[in-house]
């Protein structure tokens, strides 16, 4: 009877411990990190990175458009300049309006327009020639292979300026412009605009 009951209580027992064994051997599996799919993953990382490349014709677009860009932002620099350097010219002149486009410059705004343009002036020539060659310095990675490019950028900023002013910019824009140039041609023979110095127009040599 004691064996019997032995017996049944052992039977009793594996039966019992059955479903936990299997529950236990699922959980394992479950558990078992899967060896990644390697042919899926290529293909898709594959068809990722061609639907992100660019076009030549995309990225020639984005260079127009970011030139063209860039352009817009030295023409507002230059046109800005060019206003405070009209007042200063009509200061100079003992004018206090511009019969042309009806421009009224008060006597505070004179003196305010000529310390603006003057050496040390936020749109002297060299506080407007250091903010545009900074810009292009910036927007090309200090790359002097880009200097031809940001050249004809400039100029392009320049013209438009000119156009809005009727054909003509004050002597202010002028001296920037040909600072700005002096600049390029430094940056273009020594690879960076390390060293250079500024130079008042009256007295280079």
Known sequence: MLISSVTNSYASSAVSSAPKAEETAKAEESTKVKAPDVDTFVRSSSSDTETKRLSADQISAYQEQRNQSFSKMINDIVSSQANQGKKAELAKNGITKSFFDDLVVTPEQ???????????????????????????????????????????????????AMGQWGGSLPSICDQTHTEINKRFDYWKENGSLDGYQYQRADVEE
């Open 110 to 160: 004179q003196m305010a327009a000529q310390q603006a343009i003057g050496e040390d002036g936020e749109w002297g020539v060299n506080a407007v020639a250091t903010r545009i060659v900074d810009m292009c310095v910036a927007l090309s990675g200090g790359d002097a292979s880009k200097v031809e490019e940001l050249r004809a950028a400039v100029d392009k900023g320049f013209k438009q």
